[in-house]
């Protein structure tokens, strides 16, 4: 009865593990998020354009995909209390292609995630 019970967690754990990171780790461009509103997922893209608006309410730092700003495809938005943790980030991350994971939202009709930890942004490196 044992063997039975380890085989049916070890079955479980090994669906679990297949089924949820296929879900939450999906990989899309920038161009691409505007399909998946409301979806988490990986999006990548080079920072094209980076600005920290430090006179604006909630001191927001956009860094948009692709794109620069006005035509931008895509943002990625770190608000000011939480900017601290990502140090300069309009100047570490522009120029660079970077992926970030988190649940895309709209914005003026525009896809954004909204990077809350550095855990969240990878730098991309050439292969």
């Known amino acids: 009865m044992r063997t039975i019970l380890r085989f049916a967690w070890l079955i479980s754990v090994v669906c679990l593990a297949a089924v949820v990171p296929a879900s939450a780790q999906k990989k899309i461009t920038a161009s691409e998020a505007k399909e998946h509103y409301g979806e988490t997922a990986t999006v990548c893209g080079a920072v094209v354009s980076a600005r920290f608006a430090d006179t604006t309410n909630r001191q927001p730092t956009f860094l948009n995909l692709d794109r620069p700003y006005p035509n931008q495809v895509f943002t990625i938005v770190i608000w000011g209390d939480n900017r601290s943790k990502f140090g300069r980030p309009e100047e570490e991350y522009n120029g660079k292609r970077i992926c970030i994971t988190g ?11 909204v990077a809350e930890d550095p855990k969240q942004l990878r730098i991309e490196t050439e292969k």
């Open 103 to 113: 649940k895309i939202t709209a914005y003026a009709g525009l896809p954004e995630i």
